[in-house]
């Protein structure tokens, strides 16, 4: 079982930065992979980026790339995603996520938090 806790959500200007964090319980949650995804009002959730258990391989969706930029913490249990340059279409709320296998496209993951909301103003 892991649980997942994500922070770092709020509201900010377009072109502005964001760093989100999504800390993990659990004894191997190091072993996950872990991923981001988000869901904006009236569309489907898509999957943003996500990042092997050693932080070997990452994924991003297209339009994130560039931009955004997810990285792990192993020894703290703790998953980032650094968002700069944030766009409007970027708002949404973003969840984290923790998957046994590597599925970055996808909705396919394990665990889930509850997600934080970001805002993004022009």
């Known amino acids: 079982q892991v649980q997942l806790v994500e922070s770092g959500g709020g509201l900010v200007l377009a072109g502005g930065s964001l760093r989100l964090s999504c800390a993990a319980s659990?004894?191997?949650?190091?072993?996950?992979?872990m991923g981001w995804l988000r869901q904006a009002p009236g569309k489907e959730r898509e999957s943003v980026a996500a990042?092997?258990?050693?932080?070997?391989?990452?994924y991003y969706t297209d339009s994130v790339k560039g931009r955004f930029t997810i990285s792990r913490d192993n020894s703290n249990n703790t998953v980032f995603l650094q968002m700069n340059s944030l766009k409007p279409e970027d708002a949404a709320v973003y969840y984290c996520?923790?998957?046994?296998?590597?599925?970055?496209?996808?909705?396919?993951?394990?665990?889930w938090g509850q997600g934080t909301q970001v805002t993004v103003s022009s």
């Open positions: 996520a923790a998957a046994t296998k590597w599925v970055p496209n996808s909705n396919d993951f394990l665990y």
């Open positions: 659990g004894r191997t949650s190091s072993r996950y992979v």
């Open positions: 990042i092997m258990s050693d932080g070997g391989l990452t």
